[in-house]
């Protein structure tokens, strides 16, 4: 009776069947999403220690269980059981990761948004924030306040680590030793004198630094906020840098 009154309207049943399959085998998937979104987006804007960050949510946590999907069938369930997964340790007895949660959740959000910009996603976000008044969504973790990170280096243990250093560039492993074996320590003493980020330090270049007057000029593309920024140079970073400028054989600090 229902075809019927469809046939009687002027309208082919049949072929709205088969251009609804079609629509459905064309749409993009989570994987698809995934794709552009890094292509795009996280490679242009993001820095590489997110980039990392980025590949690594998608790789282990999200694509493994959403991948596949279409992304007309991902609800807000399938995207609060992701949650609840990853911060449950994703397996028995692990410990929770409540941060790392929240950060997928953050991503997942991130890339709808995108999808429903670029047009490929039609709706609401379903990886939307719940709100203070009610309103559905993913209610995010709370993050206790990482205390490890607080730890303080006394004085003997600052020269307990550079001695380390220092034996671990001279012990003897029946080979000469490379260049990157040796330069870790030192941007190890860097990381310390100078308070930079892992990467701000390790992807730097020879001529970013200007050792007679104790600066670093460092461009916008490694720095958090997207502007360069001029670093003054303490004399126990100087004497670091010219130890290394000694033995340097590329433009790098630290090659490879």
Known sequence: IKLRGIIR?????????REKLEKLIAEPTVADLAERYTREY?????????QRNVESMLKNLILPRLGRRRLSSIHLSDIVALHNWVNGGRHEGKKRTPI????????????????????MYEGRNPARQAKRDGADGVKRFVEEERQ????QLSDEQFAAL???ITYYNGRDIGRP????????????RLLI????RMMEI???????????????????RRNKNKKPERVVLSDATLSVLRRMKERASGPYLFPG
């Open 193 to 196: 004198l100078n308070g930079s």
């Open 148 to 151: 490890g990170w607080q730890t």
């Open 9 to 17: 309207d002027g309208r082919d049943p049949l072929e709205e069947s």
């Open 100 to 119: 790392r949660a929240n950060r997928v959740h953050s991503l997942v959000r991130s890339m709808f948004t995108k999808a429903i910009n670029w047009g």
């Open 202 to 220: 390790v992807a730097a270049r020879w001529d970013e630094f200007d050792l007679k007057r104790g600066l670093w000029f460092r461009p916008s």
């Open 42 to 50: 996280v490679l242009q804007h993001n820095g590489h220690g997110h």
């Open 177 to 188: 030793i490379l260049d990157c074996e040796r330069d870790s320590g030192e941007a190890i």
């Open 162 to 164: 550079d001695r380390a």
